[in-house]
């Protein structure tokens, strides 16, 4: 069976700055040639909750999960990897190149902290689906006085 790698980590800072920097990449003017599989891209993601978790289903199809990581922290999931191109035929010429490859990254926080013990993360169909317990905090416990 294999492992979708899960990195757990506390600075939220260090994956903001790093954020910024490449939302800054992706709008820095260049005069050199893109190609279409170095291109930044982002998967689609579908994020919802029930009162207990929080519950994301990010597609990533042709993705190998060996090129594929997650991070988690309290507040926030960073979703990460490399879509690797497909070849095409040699005397071939696009006519239609919708498909994205290359790195690519998502970052979501959250209003409510997770419990790091408790994730499930699998892959299947080209879907990445991640389960994230809440962590419930300042709950308050009535006691019975006697």
């Known amino acids: 069976m294999a492992q979708i790698k899960i990195k757990f980590s506390y600075d939220f800072n260090r994956l903001s700055s790093d954020f ?18 170095k291109r930044r891209w982002s998967p689609q993601i579908d994020v919802y909750e029930t009162p207990d978790e929080i519950i994301l289903l990010a597609e990533i199809a042709g993705v190998d999960q060996n090129n594929l990581e997650v991070e988690v922290g309290r507040r926030f999931v960073r979703i990460f990897g490399k879509r690797s191109e497909t ?28 419990d ?4 499930a993360a699998s892959y299947a169909n080209g879907f990445l689906n991640i389960r994230l317990k809440k962590l419930i905090e300042n709950r308050v416990h009535k006691i019975p006085i006697k």
């Open 87 to 114: 070849p095409v035929l040699k005397n071939a010429s696009f006519k239609l190149a919708e498909i994205r490859y290359g790195e690519f990254e998502r970052l979501l926080s959250f209003s409510v902290p997770v």
């Open 20 to 37: 910024e920097r490449r939302f800054d990449d992706i709008f820095r003017i260049s005069n050199q040639r893109i190609s279409f599989s």
């Open 116 to 119: 790091m013990d408790s994730i």
